[in-house]
Each structure stands twice: as C-alpha cells, then as structure tokens.
C-alpha cells in the first residue's frame, strides 16, 4: 500500500470552489464600499473648490470667481491670478477618485457668480450620484449623476443633507 502525498484533485476543487464562493460574495460588497468613498471624495472636493473660490474672490476682488485651473497650480506653485494654488494639482487638472470635476465662472469683469460640479467618471462603477455648488457653498446631490447644466439647475436640487 503506498502512502499519498499532497492533496487529490477532488479535495482541491473542493478548495477552489469555496475560494470562489467567498469572492463572489465580498467582491460586491467592496465595489459598493469603494463607490461610497469615491462619493464622499468627491463631496469634499466640492467643498475645497467652494472654499478655494471663494478665498479667490477675496483676493482678487477685481477678477472675481474663477475657473478650476486658476484655482489650482502645479507643485511648487507660486500664487498670482491664473495660479493661485488654493486647491491642490490633482483636483485643479479635473480627476480624483473616480470623479471628474468643473468649476466655472459666470462671465463678467468681475465675475460674480460660479457653478462648481463632480460626476462620476464611469456611471454605476466609479460612482452613482454627482455633486454641484455655486457661491451659497450648499452642496447639492443629482441622484441620477447627471451633472447640472447651469447654476439655476443645481440651485433645484435638494441640499445633500436632506
């Protein structure tokens, strides 16, 4: 009689097969996790940017609001109008977690209005809702992850804390 060495095929399988159930259940659960992250991100990126632009209009009071890239600047960066390195590089080109990001100013001399947005950059996978602000610095939530259009129709939807 001959002594097995190492494991059968068949307990093996076994092995493979209750592997594959527990990723089949964890791996929603962490795309659902990182989703609620991506969100809450990008929900402070949008409260950075309302800070950044309202700190913009305080310091140049001439020009007014200003767009996401003359918010930001690229590392080491050196404050004047188009640069004013109030909001971190990564943010200023556009993209953070999972989100793309749009920050614009109404035009005029100076500006006296701005529409900041977040929406995902892949719907249902990178996130599920999208994020608007203008210069009350409310929050506001699309369910759906349409970005608003314009600043009266983020100013229709519901604040995010309601």
Do not use: H, W
């Not at 900041?116 to 892949?122: F, H, L």
């Amino acid at each position: 009689m001959r002594k097995q060495k190492g494991f059968s095929l068949i307990e093996l399988l076994i092995v493979v097969a209750i592997i594959l159930i527990i990723a089949a259940i964890a791996i929603p659960n962490l795309l659902r996790a990182r989703m609620a992250a991506n969100e809450s991100s990008a929900v402070a990126s949008v409260r950075t940017i309302n800070t950044g632009e309202v700190t913009y209009n305080s310091t140049y009071p001439t020009v007014g609001f200003a767009g996401l890239t003359a918010l930001g600047g690229v590392a080491p960066c050196t404050p004047a109008i188009a640069t004013a390195c109030l909001i971190d590089s990564v943010l200023a080109a556009g993209t953070k977690s999972g989100y793309l990001f749009t920050a614009a100013a109404v035009a005029g001399t100076p500006s006296v209005s701005y529409v900041a947005a977040g929406k995902p950059v892949t719907l249902n996978q990178t996130g599920i809702r999208s994020f608007c602000s203008f210069e009350d610095a409310v929050v506001r939530v699309q369910p759906t992850g349409v970005v608003p259009a314009s600043r009266a129709a983020c100013q229709a939807l519901l604040p995010l804390n309601q």
